[in-house]
């Protein structure tokens, strides 16, 4: 039977284990959770918008970018010219931090799906319950102006209930999962 001082040391290493996770779902760049986590060749990743803004900085003034280094190890993570409005759109998503995201406790923004459809990424803070697609604050201002979706309800996510905002994220990332949007 274990006694009350190994149950500590256990509870210890696992609140120690969940810091570190924790940790670990954090860009280094902005020391956020990841939204949209882009994974360089030196396997270091980084919040989509975290490495545009850094691209962004290299290109500075010019529309392309020859040399991309990885902001934490200096690896060339690319070399050539491309469009520094493109070059993120080249490294992958991190698929693993995105499975290891779903299935943490953490909250993960959800994507609009009209802005999806469009090859956008933008956060959802709405829910069309008619239409059950997730709304950017912009796309709910257009849904709820055309004369067909008047009847429409739109609400706001973060009002619904727990539960419900639990599985309206898990079906909307499944659809994310397969179309590769995440924020």
């Given at each position: 039977?274990a006694t009350?001082s ?8 696992i609140?120690?284990?969940?810091t570190?996770?924790s940790?670990d779902l954090?860009?280094?760049?902005c020391?956020?959770i990841?939204?949209?986590?882009r ?21 500075s003034v010019k529309?392309?970018?020859k ?9 060339v993570?690319f070399t050539?010219e491309?469009s520094r409005?493109?070059?993120v759109h ?5 698929t693993?931090?995105?499975s ?8 993960v923004?959800?994507v609009c ?5 469009q090859?956008?990424?933008?956060c959802?803070?709405?829910?069309c319950?008619?239409?059950e697609?997730?709304l950017c604050?912009q796309?709910s ?8 979706l008047?009847?429409h309800?739109?609400l706001?996510?973060e ?5 419900q905002?639990?599985?309206l ?6 659809s994310?999962w397969n179309t590769?949007?995440f924020l």
């Amino acid at each position: 039977m274990a006694t009350s001082s190994e149950d500590l040391n256990a509870s210890d290493e696992i609140q120690e284990s969940e810091t570190t996770l924790s940790e670990d779902l954090n860009c280094p760049l902005c020391m956020k959770i990841f939204r949209s986590p882009r994974r360089l060749p030196c396997l270091h990743s980084f919040c989509h918008d975290c490495l545009q803004s850094h691209i962004y900085k290299i290109a500075s003034v010019k529309d392309s970018v020859k040399k991309l280094c990885c902001p934490l190890c200096g690896y060339v993570a690319f070399t050539g010219e491309f469009s520094r409005d493109k070059l993120v759109h080249l490294f992958p998503l991190n698929t693993l931090m995105l499975s290891v995201l779903m299935k943490s406790r953490v909250k993960v923004d959800l994507v609009c799906n009209v802005c999806q459809a469009q090859d956008v990424v933008t956060c959802a803070e709405n829910l069309c319950t008619a239409c059950e697609e997730a709304l950017c604050v912009q796309c709910s201002k257009v849904h709820g102006m055309s004369r067909l979706l008047t009847n429409h309800t739109i609400l706001k996510i973060e009002d619904l209930p727990s539960k419900q905002q639990t599985a309206l994220q898990n079906n909307l990332m499944f659809s994310a999962w397969n179309t590769g949007h995440f924020l």
